[in-house]
């Protein structure tokens, strides 16, 4: 496998076409949330059945069984009446694995557009799913009444990534809102004391951003990776009391470069990966040796194909030591899809 050291050197030397990239999906997997199973699997979820925008949509799952070399076919997870959306999920340490989605509607007579403005849609709160047997078979869905009530006819609301489970058994999960007074977006985390089956004691990390990463690291830390409203640039926040209070955001990106996947890597550095929407587009990473050092000059392009900025939403898992799987998406042809549409992974290791 190729050394993405001449990279991180000079970023713009070596084309990112030279490392191996494979479609995954074709014609859906837009916005994949991939994780590493217990078992040694990876399972992604990805949106299928309709592009952005759709009554359609649906939530379907992928694995791989050999460290991303190959991809089963998709299944589906969640398909109800409505537009089932944007995804987060994680897995507890009993195996049991979380899924939260939002479901939309508002949408005209052909399922394809929503009708009015954007006060009109309507995002009726969080459901969760829940597998105990590596994705699948799930759960009935099942709306959560805390984050329900925490901003129903008031706004929109989302998860978003990976949801992470805290040594005393807690579980976060990022949750954003657009509220539609002044207030704007609003990036929350949630906690879950009982397996993630309710949530409460919402914690407002930044005000004006929105999909948000996090990752919990081996000192405790908790960190936040959050995609600004205007501009669409990342902002690094930590909490050191378990996600109960968090510092001020620190900017790491430029705008259009978003949104934001956080994981610490098996000899500690934190990885971050992102969606690249200015040319050329694709997926970028840095690595920070802590979480707090971000050195924007050095960066590791891993795609950098992409035709239009409808691409990104990257996910990683390591898979040996300084092996990683990055799953991202792309669209090829904006007036043909979604059935231009792909998930692709990219298989890289990490520069020492």
């Known amino acids: ?9 000079a970023a713009a030397l070596l084309p990112a076409a030279e490392f191996p990239h494979q479609i995954v999906t074709k014609g859906l997997g837009y916005f ?4 590493g199973l217990k078992n040694g699997d990876i399972l992604a979820v990805v949106r299928a059945g309709a592009p952005h925008v759709g009554v359609k949509g649906r939530l379907d799952l992928i ?5 991303g070399q190959s991809w089963s076919a998709p299944w589906t997870a969640v398909d109800e009446a409505l537009d089932d959306r944007n995804p ?4 507890l340490r009993d195996g049991t694995i ?22 009109d849609r309507m995002f009726d709160g969080v459901y969760l799913v829940f597998s105990k047997d590596n994705g699948r078979s799930w759960s009935k869905p099942v709306r959560d009444p805390g984050i329900h009530s925490f901003y129903a006819g008031k706004g929109h609301v989302s998860p978003y990534g990976k949801v992470v489970q805290q040594p005393d058994g807690s579980v976060l999960m990022a949750v954003y809102f657009e509220f539609f007074d002044e207030r704007g977006n609003e990036s929350y985390v949630f906690r879950s004391k009982d397996q993630g089956k309710t949530w409460g004691e919402p914690v407002l990390l930044g005000t004006h951003f929105n999909e948000t990463g996090i990752v919990r690291l081996n000192d405790g830390r908790v960190l936040a990776a959050m995609r600004s409203e205007k501009g669409g640039s990342l902002s690094i926040t930590e909490s050191t009391d378990q996600g109960r209070t968090w510092s001020a955001p ?7 470069e978003h949104p ?14 992102f969606g690249q929407r200015n040319a050329p587009r694709g997926v970028h990473a840095m690595i920070s040796p802590d979480g707090r050092k971000w050195d924007k000059s050095k960066r590791l392009i891993l795609a950098d194909n992409s035709p239009n900025g409808d691409c990104g939403y990257p996910s990683s898992v390591e898979v040996g030591k300084g092996s ?3 799953l991202y998406y792309q669209v090829d042809d904006l007036q043909n899809a979604p059935a231009t549409s792909s998930s692709r992974a990219v298989m890289w290791e990490v520069p020492k």
Do not use: W
């Open 1 to 9: 496998m190729k050394s993405l050291f001449p990279l991180l050197l």
């Open 32 to 35: 994949p949330v991939a994780i």
């Open 63 to 67: 694995r791989s069984t050999d460290k």
């Open 88 to 91: 987060a999920m994680g897995q």
């Open 98 to 119: 979380v899924l939260a989605y939002a479901i939309a509607s508002g949408y005209d007579e052909s399922g394809l557009k929503f009708v009015g403005n954007r006060n």
């Open 250 to 256: 620190q900017r790491i990106t430029e705008d259009r």
């Open 260 to 273: 934001a996947d956080l994981i610490q890597l098996r000899d500690g550095r934190v990885l971050l990966v």
């Open 324 to 326: 990683v799987v990055t």
